[in-house]
Structure formats: structure tokens, C-alpha cells
């Protein structure tokens, strides 16, 4: 692979989960829908960071920096285009309001904002699509997500899930 290569847990547990069985894009093997479809009670334990109307944002739990964060639509829509306009306005402020959260809590100095489309663009769920926001830090390594080098992520997942949670709660707080 490349001179990146680092001990990092979290990517082996994805590169042993991708059996061929398991890289057909069917609904029972989609973690978006069974986030979506489980107890909001689950939330922290499944990463979920927010529920919207028609979207869901979730961090990774294979992210390629700090604060990877995923939003998806509620349905299981594999086409950018089949997505309809209140799915799309609704993703879209997420996107906003989460790069604005993110810069709030973890202070990045920019973001790789984007689709992947299909597996062959490095999607790693092609049935249910999902932007990716990357926050990106003034002088971590040059990467691009396609190539999938690991990275030491110094935060913990259930660590900044909560403090995701907290800040969206304090700022639903009347002044
Ligand atoms: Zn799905």
C-alpha cells in the first residue's frame, strides 16, 4: 500500500467485515437503515449524532480524520437523483450546520466535503448514499479518501459523539 501504513483497529475491523456476502448493497446489511430504524436511545452507542425529518448524520466508525462525520438520507437511495427536493435541502443544511459544529468543538482548518459514487469511486456502502465531511488540520498528511491509508485518530468515537450531542444541545437552549 504505502508508507502511511499505521496501526489503526478500527480499518481492520472494515477490511475484515468486507466479505463478498457482505458487499452486496442489500438493507439488512446497511448500517445507515438499522441506525435509522433503532431506538434513538441507541444514539450514542451507534454514533448517531443527529435525526433530522428526512436525513440522518452518523460519525464513521472507520473515519479517515478526527470528527469524519456521515449524512445520510433516511431512505435507502443509492442515486443522487432519486433523492427529492426536501431530502436534498435537509441533507444540505446538515452539511452546514455540521461543518459549522465541527469548527466549533474540534477547531479544524478545512474539510474534503463529498460523494462517492459506486465502489469503484471508493464508496464503502454504494446501496445507501451518504456525503462524507473530512475536517482536515494544517499539516496532517496529504491524503485522498479513495486511497484508504489509515490514519491515528487521537479522539475517541463515543468521546465525540457526546461532545457533538452537548454542543447541538446547549445551542437549542433559549439565550
Ligand atoms: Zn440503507
Redesign the pocket.
Known amino acids: 500500500m504505502s508508507h502511511q501504513q499505521l496501526w489503526a483497529p478500527w480499518r481492520l475491523a472494515y477490511v475484515q467485515h468486507s466479505d463478498p456476502a457482505e458487499s452486496q448493497p442489500l ?1 439488512p446489511n ?1 448500517f ?2 438499522s441506525y435509522r430504524d433503532d431506538n434513538a436511545a441507541n444514539d450514542s452507542k451507534n454514533l448517531v449524532v443527529l435525526r433530522g425529518e428526512h436525513s440522518i448524520v452518523v460519525l464513521n466508525r472507520f473515519p479517515y480524520n478526527n470528527g469524519h462525520l456521515l449524512i445520510a438520507p433516511k431512505k ?1 437511495k443509492a442515486d443522487l437523483r432519486d433523492l427529492n427536493d426536501a431530502e436534498l435541502l435537509e441533507t444540505n443544511h446538515f452539511l452546514q450546520k455540521m461543518i459549522g459544529l465541527l469548527e466549533k468543538t474540534i477547531s479544524p482548518d478545512g474539510f474534503n466535503v463529498g460523494l462517492n459514487l459506486g465502489r469503484v469511486a471508493g464508496a464503502g456502502l454504494p ?2 448514499l451518504h456525503w462524507h465531511i473530512v475536517p482536515r488540520w494544517n499539516g496532517d498528511t496529504n491524503f485522498m479518501p479513495i486511497l484508504g491509508e489509515a490514519k491515528v485518530i487521537p479522539q475517541a468515537l463515543d468521546a465525540l459523539q457526546e461532545l457533538l450531542s452537548k454542543e447541538m444541545s446547549s445551542e437549542a437552549e433559549p439565550a
Open positions: 438493507k446497511c445507515l437503515c435507502h446501496g445507501h
